[in-house]
Protein backbone atom coordinates (compact mmCIF):
# COMPACT_ATOMS: atom_id res chain seq x y z
CA UNK A 1 0.00 0.00 0.00
CA UNK A 2 1.51 3.08 -0.73
CA UNK A 3 2.01 6.70 0.97
CA UNK A 4 -0.30 8.74 -1.63
CA UNK A 5 -2.82 11.20 -0.12
CA UNK A 6 -6.02 8.47 -0.36
CA UNK A 7 -4.08 5.90 1.49
CA UNK A 8 -2.77 8.28 4.34
CA UNK A 9 -6.00 9.52 5.06
CA UNK A 10 -7.60 6.48 4.63
CA UNK A 11 -5.45 5.09 7.65
CA UNK A 12 -5.66 8.15 9.83
CA UNK A 13 -9.53 7.72 9.47
CA UNK A 14 -8.93 4.45 11.61
CA UNK A 15 -6.67 5.99 14.17
CA UNK A 16 -9.31 6.39 16.99
CA UNK A 17 -9.87 3.20 16.84
CA UNK A 18 -6.40 1.83 16.78
CA UNK A 19 -5.84 4.00 19.89
CA UNK A 20 -8.69 3.45 21.89
CA UNK A 21 -7.92 -0.25 21.24
CA UNK A 22 -4.52 -0.50 22.04
CA UNK A 23 -5.24 1.61 25.62
CA UNK A 24 -7.76 -0.96 26.88
CA UNK A 25 -4.41 -3.28 27.46
CA UNK A 26 -2.23 -0.90 29.23
CA UNK A 27 -1.84 2.83 29.52
CA UNK A 28 0.87 3.91 26.76
CA UNK A 29 2.35 7.04 25.64
CA UNK A 30 2.18 8.40 21.64
CA UNK A 31 5.57 7.42 20.66
CA UNK A 32 4.99 3.74 22.14
CA UNK A 33 1.74 3.91 20.17
CA UNK A 34 2.74 4.34 17.04
CA UNK A 35 5.65 1.80 17.80
CA UNK A 36 2.66 -1.11 18.86
CA UNK A 37 0.33 0.33 15.66
CA UNK A 38 3.14 -0.73 13.49
CA UNK A 39 4.52 -4.11 15.19
CA UNK A 40 0.97 -5.23 15.54
CA UNK A 41 0.23 -4.33 12.02
CA UNK A 42 3.18 -6.11 11.23
CA UNK A 43 3.99 -3.03 9.46
CA UNK A 44 1.06 -2.41 7.43
CA UNK A 45 -0.41 0.59 9.28
CA UNK A 46 2.39 3.07 10.06
CA UNK A 47 1.92 6.10 11.65
CA UNK A 48 3.92 9.32 11.88
CA UNK A 49 3.91 11.05 15.54
CA UNK A 50 2.28 14.16 14.05
CA UNK A 51 -0.69 12.48 12.54
CA UNK A 52 -1.10 10.50 16.43
CA UNK A 53 -1.60 13.63 18.46
CA UNK A 54 -4.40 15.51 17.39
CA UNK A 55 -6.49 12.04 17.42
CA UNK A 56 -5.26 11.72 21.02
CA UNK A 57 -6.18 15.53 21.85
CA UNK A 58 -9.63 15.08 20.24
CA UNK A 59 -10.09 11.46 22.67
CA UNK A 60 -8.85 13.93 25.30
CA UNK A 61 -11.43 16.36 24.84
CA UNK A 62 -14.06 14.47 24.10
CA UNK A 63 -13.57 12.63 27.38
CA UNK A 64 -12.32 9.55 26.39
CA UNK A 65 -9.31 9.02 27.29
CA UNK A 66 -7.30 11.01 30.46
CA UNK A 67 -3.43 12.03 30.08
CA UNK A 68 -0.98 11.53 33.10
CA UNK A 69 1.94 13.44 32.91
CA UNK A 70 5.19 11.31 34.38
CA UNK A 71 8.56 13.60 34.59
CA UNK A 72 11.01 11.52 32.76
CA UNK A 73 14.86 12.87 33.53
CA UNK A 74 15.30 16.95 34.61
CA UNK A 75 13.35 18.37 31.74
CA UNK A 76 11.15 15.80 29.71
CA UNK A 77 7.72 14.69 30.36
CA UNK A 78 6.23 12.05 29.34
CA UNK A 79 2.29 11.91 28.92
CA UNK A 80 0.54 8.68 29.15
CA UNK A 81 -2.94 8.15 27.80
CA UNK A 82 -5.29 5.65 29.83
CA UNK A 83 -9.00 4.61 28.54
CA UNK A 84 -11.97 6.35 30.20
CA UNK A 85 -14.86 3.61 30.23
CA UNK A 86 -16.67 5.87 27.91
CA UNK A 87 -13.50 5.64 25.87
CA UNK A 88 -14.84 1.95 26.02
CA UNK A 89 -18.17 2.18 24.51
CA UNK A 90 -17.13 4.86 22.15
CA UNK A 91 -14.72 1.76 20.72
CA UNK A 92 -17.66 -0.31 20.65
CA UNK A 93 -19.16 1.86 18.89
CA UNK A 94 -16.69 1.98 16.02
CA UNK A 95 -16.14 -0.99 16.14
CA UNK A 96 -19.38 -1.73 15.08
CA UNK A 97 -19.30 0.90 12.39
CA UNK A 98 -16.03 -0.30 11.10
CA UNK A 99 -17.34 -3.43 10.86
CA UNK A 100 -20.80 -1.88 8.97
CA UNK A 101 -19.17 -0.39 6.60
CA UNK A 102 -16.78 -2.97 5.88
CA UNK A 103 -19.31 -5.39 4.88
CA UNK A 104 -21.13 -3.34 2.36
CA UNK A 105 -17.51 -2.70 0.89
CA UNK A 106 -17.20 -6.39 0.75
CA UNK A 107 -21.24 -6.26 -1.10
CA UNK A 108 -19.82 -3.73 -3.04
CA UNK A 109 -16.55 -5.26 -4.32
CA UNK A 110 -17.94 -8.75 -4.48
CA UNK A 111 -15.51 -10.41 -2.02
CA UNK A 112 -18.49 -11.17 -0.55
CA UNK A 113 -22.63 -11.92 -1.16
Known amino acids: MGNDPQSINFRRGL ?3 IILQLLQEKDMYG ?4 QE ?3 RSRGRI ?3 EGSLYPVLYRLVAGGYLSERKVPRGEKMIRVYYHLEE ?3 EYLEKLIEEYDFISQGM ?3 IGREE
Do not use: M
Open 15 to 17: LPI
Open 31 to 34: YQLV
Open 37 to 39: TGR
Open 46 to 48: ITQ
Open 86 to 88: SGR
Open 106 to 108: RYI
